[in-house]
């Protein structure tokens, strides 16, 4: 299997822009994560999902943020408008469903908003 | 509530020396503990685990012990290499809910040759 497969590898951006962060689990795994990860606050979980359904969404920072999977294979994370203090390393996780299953993360978006 | 300290980086080490990173965690019920690593430019991947009291995981020379008592899974290696310098990550997940882990901060190891 390829693994999780994130895109874009960096993405730089201007203030107030657009920004969609794609990924794709491994096949046949339930569970998807988005994680940030930054110097000051270490790695935070944004959401996930189970089934492509949102389970917990309570650490999306703002409404600026949403997330979807409209399938098993495809997840996005988008971000309008961004804010430079949305610089991160955005990383997709996938995972089976059961307890203590490990999860398997993708290489990470890193998002410099300028 | 749960939570995982680890203790703060960067370590820096000679090759061939020994390891350890500590950590400790507040939990209530029974945990499932984890260390994972990350290497330069990459994502997370999971080192070794710990379902319950007085395991012990392994994997590519790492160990760590789940212990109870003392509320700690210190991860240890007894000879390091240059390969090993990466991100090192502590985490739990929490009876309830296991999908959701708790992270600690990460600690930094570099080793030298």
């Known amino acids: 299997d390829a693994g999780v497969i994130q895109s874009p590898r960096h993405e730089v951006t201007e203030m107030g822009q657009e920004v969609t962060l794609r990924c794709k689990p491994i096949?046949?795994?339930?569970?998807l994560f988005w994680y940030r990860q930054t110097m000051m606050r270490g790695l935070e979980l944004l959401i996930y999902?189970?089934?492509?359904?949102?389970?917990?969404d309570s650490g999306m920072p703002e409404d600026r943020f949403s997330a979807k999977m409209p399938n098993a294979s495809f997840s996005t994370l988008k971000i309008q408008p961004s804010e430079p203090r949305d610089s991160a390393v955005y990383f997709c996780?996938?995972?089976?469903?059961?307890?203590?299953?490990?999860?398997?993360f993708g290489n990470g978006t890193r998002l410099t908003v300028t | 509530g749960n939570s995982v300290t680890q203790m703060e980086g960067p370590v820096t080490l000679s090759e061939e020396a020994f390891l350890t990173i500590n950590c400790t965690y507040t939990?209530?019920?029974?945990?499932?503990l984890f260390w994972y690593v990350q290497y330069p430019g990459e994502g997370l991947q999971l080192l070794l685990k710990?379902?319950?009291a007085d395991d012990k995981g392994s994997n590519k020379g790492f160990e760590a012990t789940y212990r109870k008592e003392t509320t700690s899974f210190h991860l240890e290696k007894g000879s390091v290499q240059v390969s090993d310098s990466a991100v090192y990550f502590c985490?739990?997940?929490?009876?309830?809910?296991?999908?959701?882990?708790?992270w600690g901060l990460g600690t930094s190891l570099a080793v030298n040759p």
């Open positions: 996780a996938s995972s089976f469903f059961q307890g203590g299953s490990p999860l398997h």
């Open positions: 096949s046949g795994h339930d569970y």
């Open positions: 999902f189970n089934n492509n359904v949102p389970i917990d």
């Open positions: 939990a209530t019920g029974y945990p499932s």
């Open positions: 710990a379902t319950k």
């Open positions: 985490a739990l997940s929490y009876a309830g809910n296991n999908r959701k882990l708790i």
